[in-house]
């Protein structure tokens, strides 16, 4: 079942799982496979993430919406070596003088906790009535008693990612039904670990998991927001991708066949009450473009290892702990020594979209065009080596390209240049023909 476009938008309730009960540590986790050789030592890596945030600074934690994001503009290094190291980009663009003005509403936060709510009521018994009815028909109904809740509570991110995969894999081994709420998962991003904590995941009698994804925003005549769905999908694929492993070492202790299902559970609120109504969403291609652009992120160390010596990202907050007493110019040199790969779609996913955007100006950046244009132009990078193309004939330009005519995107710019001047040449108002008299 997929869920088409809605006719009527709604207010944008996009929410993510409630945050970790504590921040992450730059450790390295005992799920995160080892580094390959060559790789800095786990100390080495920790201190310098360290030195990046400044002395006494905790990392900030990156979460499933945050990785999705990074995933769709993987070429950004900048914001690569800003999530790994867990550094907070909204409080550094609000110090660099441009903060994001995008956010979450109050009221939304409290209406998709008080939903979420209401659908794991009684044990989960309304979740798993709709996990049935879209996931496994013709199928016998879980019974209360018979759905197993186990407890993930755990000191820490990794104490709780540890406990998770002990209770899935104790799950899978009873074969039996189980709905385990807000399990901690861990991924691996540009060789930092992530924690991500879905809204839940159900375990099938047959081996098989399933993520569950909870939003506020509604489901009208089965229909939905179609962007909503396609960033709540986005979202789950990092949760189907961070299960995978933790199936993996399932599978080879309790010798049970384990597989993680590329169809998540999407539960939303029914027309325009606050009963809950679900879809089951393919989430396929996306889990394969977030596993494919992840895998193409460097790694934070090796974006580390270029920068200038005593570069820090340190905002030197005063007592309070909110005012930073750092000169917005030193923070702006230590975030421009960190290539961008900037693009209008940034502004709903990052917070120093505004300050990206700004300097892609000053540099007169085809970039902030968009990506479209971008891969339009070709060789041409700046605004100026375009308006040189333009003109065939013009004068010489130091920013002029050194494509031939016979460049595509120069024979296109050309074309409209003239389709242009052609255009402005015509009068803009006939005036009223001879043989016709004037309006009176």
């Known amino acids: ?23 992450p540590s730059a450790g390295r986790p005992t799920a995160t496979p080892s580094p390959p050789p060559g790789d800095l030592a786990p100390g080495v890596r920790r201190g310098r993430l360290t030195e990046l945030r400044g002395p006494g600074v905790r990392p900030r934690s990156l979460d499933a919406r945050a990785l999705a994001a990074l995933a769709a503009n993987p070429g950004c290094r900048r914001r690569a070596l800003l999530d790994g190291a867990g550094i907070d980009k909204g409080a550094l663009a609000q110090a660099l003088g441009s903060p994001a003005a995008y956010g979450q509403s109050q009221f939304a936060i409290v209406r998709g906790n008080a939903f979420e709510s209401r659908v794991k009521a009684d044990g ?65 991003v540009a060789g930092s670990p992530a924690y991500v904590e879905p809204d839940a995941v159900v375990v099938h009698p047959d081996g098989s998991w399933t993520v ?50 590329d169809r998540v559970l999407l539960v939303c609120p029914k027309d325009f009450s606050n009963l809950p109504t679900a879809a089951a969403v393919d989430v396929r291609k996306q889990l394969a473009t977030t596993r494919r652009q992840l895998a193409r992120l460097t790694r934070v160390e090796e974006i580390a290892a270029a920068l200038p010596d005593g570069t820090t990202f340190d905002l030197r907050l005063a007592d309070d702990g909110k005012t930073p007493t750092r000169r917005p110019e030193e923070l702006a040199e230590a975030v421009e020594a ?23 100006r000053e540099d007169g950046a085809v970039e902030a065009l968009g990506r479209g244009v971008r891969g339009e132009l070709g060789g041409l990078h700046t605004i100026e080596e375009v308006l040189a193309a333009a003109v065939p004939d013009g004068p010489e330009s130091p920013e002029a390209p050194d494509d031939g005519p016979d460049d595509p995107a120069v024979v ?26 004037g309006c009176r």
């Open 1 to 23: 079942m997929s869920v088409p476009d809605a006719r009527l938008p709604r207010v944008n309730a996009f929410r993510d799982s409630r945050p970790a009960s504590a921040a």
């Open 338 to 360: 960190v290539d961008a790969a900037y693009a209008p779609e940034c502004l709903a996913a990052c917070e120093l979209a505004f300050h990206c955007r700004k300097r892609s």
């Open 124 to 188: 989960g018994t309304e979740l798993l009535r709709l996990l049935h009815e879209r996931l496994a028909p013709g199928t016998p109904p879980p019974a209360p008693e018979e759905v197993a809740t186990p407890d993930l509570s755990a000191a820490g991110p990794e104490g709780r990612a540890a406990r998770t995969a002990l209770a899935l894999r104790e799950a899978t081994a009873a074969g039996g039904w189980a709905l385990l709420d807000h399990p901690m998962l861990v991924v691996e």
């Open 412 to 437: 296109a710019l050309r074309r409209a240049a003239a389709l242009r001047a052609e255009a402005l040449a015509r009068p803009t108002v006939p005036g009223p023909r001879a043989e016709e008299p």
């Open 212 to 261: 569950v994804e909870i939003k506020s925003f509604p489901m009208i005549d089965g229909s939905a927001d179609a962007a909503k769905v396609g960033a709540a999908a986005r979202q789950a694929a990092v949760y189907v991708l961070a299960l995978e492993p933790v199936a993996g070492h399932t599978g080879a202790h309790t010798g049970r066949p384990v597989r993680v299902r």
